[in-house]
């Protein structure tokens, strides 16, 4: 009988061996599997590159060891300075016997699933998604600002424009800006669009209405289905697996101009250093800077 085997991530080729017909499993890796739905031991081994924030690391471990068979091999990995350092301890607590070795800066950790498992359920409800009283709205650690509102994504709240028609907010997170455009009911349909699986899945629980779209996608691929819109939103992502990307957001102007009619406008908000005005200015008609202040910057550009 074949083994069904597992990645999660995109683990370096040269630091473990993943099987050509392993699951890949990614909330940030658009058509991927789920590996919270993964049944139970169901996979004969998973080979997974770790995030780098502890609770969603120990989440993540803890749904690779449910998924795993007893006696079943898990190989993680991730640089030293994004957990590496935490996995051998992080497995240990789980009930593991785990064999460490280091390369190119790299931990890499391998362990057999033992039959019983000391606190994965704990791990795995610290995880999960779940409605925060703070910020009042479903949210998941991991997810960008997942736990308070980012200070780019409120200024640009506070100075929205008038908006009308059909938009789409581009890295929606879950939902916060969303909300405040589809306050308005000159706006018929938003469609929300992020690279990360929970973000789009909290962004649904927050957000009960017929005027909202959601798409698990990434921007930086075409999207004929994102077209003649009248605006587009967003708060511009500039890192990407936790390095500073700034051709990410360079990316996603690129495709607000493809996806706006003639006439429609971007509202962007940008961190200050950041020199998004070569960008824009080839792309559209006009751009108007609203405000700059605390290290960021509005723009509003006009197709």
């Known amino acids: 009988m074949p083994q069904i085997t597992g990645v999660y991530g995109t683990p370096p080729s040269d630091l473990a061996d993943v099987p050509a017909n392993a699951i890949q499993f ?13 049944p139970p031991a169901s996979l004969d081994g998973i080979t997974l590159l770790a995030p780098p924030g502890t609770i969603e690391r120990r989440y993540a471990l803890a749904l690779a060891l449910r998924a795993l068979k007893p006696g079943a091999s898990l190989t ?12 051998r301890k992080e497995l240990e607590v789980f009930g593991l016997d785990v064999a460490e070795t280091s390369k190119r800066h790299h931990r890499i950790a391998v362990a057999a699933r033992p039959a019983s498992l000391a606190g994965i359920d704990d791990a795995i409800e610290a995880g999960g ?4 009283d703070e910020i009042g709205l479903w949210t998941q650690p991991g997810v960008f600002s997942w ?6 994504t409120g200024l640009l709240i506070e100075h929205l424009p008038d908006l009308s028609g059909r938009g789409a907010d581009f890295g929606c997170g879950i939902g916060i800006l969303a909300r405040a455009v589809l306050a308005t009911g000159s706006v018929s349909e938003l469609t929300l669009i992020d690279i990360d699986r929970r973000a789009v899945e909290c962004a649904q629980h927050n957000l009960d209405t017929p005027r909202a779209r ?14 003649n ?11 990407d697996a ?7 957001a360079q990316a996603f102007v690129r495709r607000a101009a493809e996806s706006l009619r003639k006439g429609g406008v971007c509202v962007m908000v940008a961190n200050r250093h950041l020199p998004y005005e070569a960008v824009l200015k ?22």
């Not at 698990?216 to 691929?221: G, M, N, P, S, V």
Request: glycine residues 8%.
């Open 26 to 38: 990614s909330p940030l890796m658009p058509g991927s599997a789920s590996l919270d739905r993964q």
């Open 76 to 87: 993680a990995l991730a640089p030293n300075d994004r957990g590496g350092t935490r996995l």
């Open 129 to 132: 998604p779940r409605f925060d």
């Open 147 to 152: 736990d308070r509102l980012d200070p780019g």
């Open 214 to 227: 959601f798409l698990w996608t990434d921007l930086r691929e075409p999207h004929p289905e994102l077209a």
């Open 229 to 239: 819109l009248d605006f587009v939103v967003m708060n511009a992502p500039f890192h």
């Open 242 to 248: 936790g390095q500073e990307d700034k051709g990410l």
């Open 282 to 303: 080839p792309l559209f008609k006009a751009v108007t800077p609203l405000i700059e202040t605390g290290g960021y910057k509005i723009f509003e550009a006009r197709k």
